[in-house]
């Protein structure tokens, strides 16, 4: 049967799949298994589990956990309600100061936590009770939490850009580094629409803001002594990261443990009761990830062994030869793909499909990453599945669904104008791995 055929028939039955509600992780096995033993013959069934085990047998794998570990523990202590606090009092006088506060509390908690469902819950819950009771609208309020919640897949440390790396054999130091500078860009756009929305849209917050009492400013520094030892960690993991001092996976641990030692002595949260709450949320989490990517593994093989893979990435090439055309294309599908499923996932199974024809137009593959996550993040706040968008619903029940879509909207349209810069200027992607880590051979 000719490869592209059977690429549609493998397309049409893994929709049909995935969209019968059964678990992501258990989807994808029983659809590789089964287009494999239809084509291939029951040996096949051979090589299943060693197929499976291989798609988890790598040590950089554990800082995935770590990172998780890590995260819960932030999200479960005070954490986030100080960074917001200490915010908000610094950025009270300008236009928005509270959206972009929340903002800002999202760029920094995602960097703690490396989790866009943990971000949105920890810093949702105090934000948007307080944008809304200070008058701002429940589109800005819902919408600004649901999309600085995904800076935690683009800012690292990011479970996302650790499974791209691991998928794509690239350098998770180098993703790592590739993602800083686009992350806060990323933040600033949102900031810059806050600005907008409350200065000509939203008058009601900035009528309410002149009314508001200033913060001392001992209460302005009375917050800091509480956040800096969370940001010292960050800039520690980074440094030992980038300064050949550490692997991912032992950087992720030392994280983990700082980070435990922290809110031991800070928060005060030293009880076995809450440690192992922490600890069993997180391996709840990190189970599903790690099945997730041993599943997608699997129907990466299949995908590969029915020579599907070579055959769409070379039907790709042929289609334009215009090089920018075949990137919209790409980008038209991550988005749709990342309409349906999670990040982990749409990379797992489809970076070897899509790497193979960035490489070959010439494209660098860690400018693709993060463009790649950024595909991502838009997909986290758009139905169907649009995880964010459900987190928000449940923190704030009595605002309908399609108003918090409608406070993400612009914050997708800040995401694509990203894209956009990103490829005029590629160079924010690769200029600061570049100064700290050289050239990658080939680029």
Known sequence: MDPLTIAIIVAVFTLIVLFSGIPIAFGLSFVSITLLVAFEGLQ??????????????????????????????????????????????????????????????????????????????????????????????????TGTIAAGGTLGV????????????????????????????????????FAVWALIHSYFIDKNASKLLRNRKPPTLKEKFEVLPRIFPFLAIIVGVLYVLYGGVATPSEASGVGAFLVFVMIAVVYKIYQPKKIWNIVKISMKESVMIMFIIAASYLFAFTLSQLYVTQSLAQSMIELSSNKWMIFLMVNVFLLVAGFFLPPVAVIVMTSAILLPVITTLGFDPYWFAIVFTINMEIGLITPPVGLNLYIIKGITPDVSLSTILRGSFPFMMMMVLSILILCIFPEIVSWLPDKLMGKPLGY
């Open 44 to 141: 096949m069934l051979d090589v299943f589990a060693e197929t499976f085990y291989a798609g988890l047998n790598s040590f950089v794998l554990l800082s995935i956990p770590m990172f998780i570990l890590m995260g819960m523990a932030v999200a479960h202590s005070p954490a986030g309600k100080d960074l917001y606090t200490g915010l908000d009092r610094w950025l009270w006088r300008v236009p928005g100061g509270l959206v972009i506060s929340n903002i800002g509390a999202c760029s920094i908690f995602a960097a703690l936590s490396g989790s866009s469902p943990a971000t949105c819950a920890a810093i949702g819950t105090m934000g948007i009770p307080e944008m809304r009771k200070r008058g701002y609208s429940d589109e800005i309020a």
């Open 154 to 189: 683009l800012i690292p440390p990011s479970i996302v850009l650790i499974v791209y790396g691991m998928a794509t054999g690239t350098s998770i130091g180098r993703l790592f580094l590739s993602g800083i500078i686009p992350g806060f860009m990323l933040a600033s756009l």
